[in-house]
């Protein structure tokens, strides 16, 4: 069995396909510096989904090298298989496909130029374990990328109380269970400077920001977030001591009202492994 994820569910690979946008990916790529790779370079993404970021990471890394090598790592066979079927037409990029934990990757140590990591620490119970497993597959000189949200759900105006207080009530039993954390962007600072990486830069972006009408796409995601914790619910594997269907209904209304304004800071932190 792999390690517990929370939005685990038949529809996470449509979930993730839509909420993807190529765009902010290929900023971030190219701002933690992926087009300065030397040829024939081993880039990761790890924790890969569908292969998104991976897909992105090709498309740039083609610019500039004939035969570019990039691994996907995850622990869902299923959504690698699925990043698989859609990567194959690409013969142009060289692309392996690794199921595992993050916590024990079997690929060599110091052997990656350049890894990126997004959008998976706010789902681990033992973030360090993965930090420390990153960091030794990367080669000294060789660049770590690690990205997540902050206040993750949690930006919305104007929450009335009984609104507010559901979702701060979600929010601290998935964090009490070790299921999320809605503050894993800023902690992530930390793991960089006490692994003592050089050249730490950290970058600052918008991830959701909507108002106005609620996009489809939008829509979608929140839908499957809600879903997923009435199913944890239902399955037993979450208790919640409030009555979460109402909850999902009044915050569904919220989200598809005209008036509110949402943002979620993601926080993006590079570093080069000493040589
Ligand atoms: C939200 S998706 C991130 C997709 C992609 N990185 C992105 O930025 O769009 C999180 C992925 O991390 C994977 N994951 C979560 N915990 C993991 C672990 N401990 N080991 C391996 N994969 C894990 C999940 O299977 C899921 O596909």
Not at 53 to 80: C, F, I, W
Not at 137 to 165: A, F, Q, R, S, W
Request: aromatic share 12%; hydrophobic share 40%.
């Amino acid at each position: 069995m792999g390690p517990f994820y929370l939005m685990e569910s038949e529809t996470e690979a449509k979930r993730l396909l839509i909420k993807s946008d190529h765009r902010k990916t290929a900023v971030q790529l190219k701002a933690t510096g992926i087009l300065s790779l030397e040829d024939g370079a081993l880039v990761v993404d790890a924790g890969s989904g569908v292969g998104h970021v991976a897909e992105v990471m090709g498309r740039l890394l083609k610019q500039k090298s004939n035969s570019p090598h990039v691994t996907l790592l995850d622990y869902s066979a299923d959504r690698l298989a699925e990043a698989k079927q859609r990567l194959l037409a690409d013969q142009q990029v060289n692309y392996q496909y690794v199921s595992c934990d993050l916590g024990h990757i079997p690929l060599a140590s110091e052997s990656v130029d350049y890894l990126f990591c997004r959008f998976v620490f706010e789902y681990l119970a033992d973030p360090q374990t993965v930090f420390n497993e990153l960091y030794r597959i990367v080669k000294p000189g060789g660049k770590l990328v690690i990205g997540d949200l902050d206040y993750n759900c949690m930006t919305h105006y104007p929450l009335y109380p009984k609104l507010e207080e559901g979702l701060f009530s979600v929010v601290r039993i998935l964090q009490e269970n070790n299921l999320l954390d809605p503050h894993a962007g800023r902690k992530l600072y930390s793991f960089f400077h006490r692994a003592q990486l050089a050249d730490i830069k950290v970058h600052f972006y918008a991830h959701h920001l909507f108002y106005g009408e609620l996009s489809e796409a939008d829509e979608f995601n929140w839908l499957a977030k809600l879903d997923r914790l009435m199913e944890h619910q239902k399955k037993g594997t979450i208790q919640f001591d409030f009555d979460l269907m109402g909850f999902k209904n009044l915050f569904l209304d919220f989200l598809k009202s005209p008036g509110r304004f949402s943002y979620t800071p993601l926080i993006l932190v590079e570093g080069r492994k000493p040589e």
